[in-house]
T-cell receptor
């Protein structure tokens, strides 16, 4: 998984609780991304980062926030989890800029919100 | 709006035959194109990237890009049962944006 770890790998939580997912890379890549994958929707971008403390929203960012205080770590926070956020969450990293970017994915976190 | 269309399948192909997977896209500004393979319960893994019109070959895999017709395809020669997976096409408009994915085609290689 190209030096990418995600934690936790599985989590069950209750509606209304905050949840933080962590992505850690050992590749020193500049760009990091959070996606969610749901049946019938495929992979959708939540947020991404193009450097330490530089982040931007993706297609489905409502209800999520992110932080990146170090190159190697990108945190995704569900401020108040809802059942619609039950999903598999993937982190991805890339290094190249411009149109030749290739993204490599972490192992994923399966989140269930009851 | 970036949209990708893939036939969800399942696409069933006999072992040893050529599997052909197709993806059409709507945004003419798309610059980079990718094919990922995803086994059930696993993360997507990159198979091929293609950036210019024409064919790109890597082992048993060939990616084809036609920007005028706005489609990208993946051919898998000498299909093996281990090729059975969901294949995702993805595009990147440019800059630091993330990828936009199709919903994937479920490929089954029958022994």
């Amino acid at each position: 998984d190209a030096g990418i770890t995600q934690s936790p790998r599985h989590k069950v939580t209750e509606t209304g609780t905050p949840v933080t997912l962590r992505c850690h890379q050992t590749e020193n890549h500049r760009y990091m991304y959070w996606y969610r994958q749901d049946p019938g929707h495929g992979l959708r971008l939540i947020h991404y980062s193009y450097g330490v403390k530089d982040t931007d929203k993706g297609e489905v960012s409502d209800g999520y926030s992110v932080s990146r205080s170090k190159t190697e770590d990108f945190l995704l926070t569900l401020e108040s989890a809802t059942s619609s956020q039950t999903s598999v969450y993937f982190c991805a990293i890339s290094d190249a800029q411009g149109g030749t970017d290739t993204q490599y994915f972490g192992p994923g976190t399966r989140l269930t919100v009851l | 709006q970036k949209e990708l269309e893939q036939n969800s399948g399942p696409l069933s192909v006999p072992e040893g035959a050529i599997a052909s997977l197709n993806c059409t896209y709507s945004d003419r500004g798309s610059q980079s194109f990718f094919w990922y393979r995803q086994y059930s319960g696993k993360s997507p893994e990159l198979i091929m990237s293609i950036y210019s019109n024409g064919d790109k070959e890597d082992g048993r895999f060939t990616a084809q890009l036609n920007k005028a017709s706005q489609y990208v395809s993946l051919l898998i020669r000498d299909s093996q049962p281990s090729d059975s997976a969901t294949y995702l096409c993805a595009v990147r408009l440019g800059g630091a944006d993330g990828l936009t994915f199709g919903k994937g085609t479920h490929l089954i290689i029958q022994p």
